[in-house]
């Protein structure tokens, strides 16, 4: 399973929303076994290039997931990767792409316990999750998914954070039983 982090912050300056997520996703990745994908991110720091520069960059700058140790820790696993927006589809060593939102198209709509039976199956699974106060704007970004998924079932929007928790708390509950 992939936690994927999508910028819909701002593309051009590098925010502490976007610090905060990134602290927040590391330790719940390493919770769920997931790994952990950045689209779009516009980290833009001098001599920081590479995961692994990136997430101590982070975490020398944030007293989130143990000071960012869950996302160093990530990093040194290989289990943290960094994408462009993705312009023709996501890239396909993420498998299955599902849009995490409050309102999925009837036609994708998928359950947590949908997601786990993809996994169980052996599939790859990537959940995206949208940045900013309304999530994923670009609706290229839901036709490239295959599902979308809502976690609550009842269309109510959660914030990030809350959302990050969530979905692969519920998925590895599923996988659990």
Not at 87 to 106: D, K, S, W
Not at 114 to 141: Q, T
Request: net charge neutral; hydrophobic share 45%.
């Amino acid at each position: 399973m992939w936690i994927g982090l999508y910028n819909s912050y701002d593309p051009v300056k590098f925010h502490e929303a976007h610090r905060r997520s990134l602290a927040r996703a590391g330790p719940i990745a390493l919770a769920y076994e997931a790994n952990l994908a950045t689209f779009g991110f516009p980290y833009g720091v001098k001599d920081v290039d590479t995961p692994m520069e990136i997430v101590t960059w982070v975490a020398g700058t944030t007293s989130i997931g143990e000071s960012g140790a869950f996302l160093v820790q990530l990093a040194k696993e290989g289990r943290f990767h960094v994408f462009d927006f993705p312009r023709r589809g996501f890239p396909p060593q993420l498998g299955t792409i599902v849009v995490t939102t409050n309102h999925p198209e009837p036609g994708k709509a998928i359950t947590a316990k949908g997601v786990a039976g993809l996994l169980r199956k052996g599939a790859s699974v990537c959940l995206i999750f949208g940045l900013g106060h309304r999530g994923i704007e670009d609706l290229d970004v839901y036709a490239m998914a295959a599902h979308h998924l809502d976690i609550t079932a009842k269309g109510i929007s959660l914030e990030t954070a809350t959302a990050l928790g969530a979905v692969p708390a519920a998925v590895a509950a599923h996988l659990a039983k």
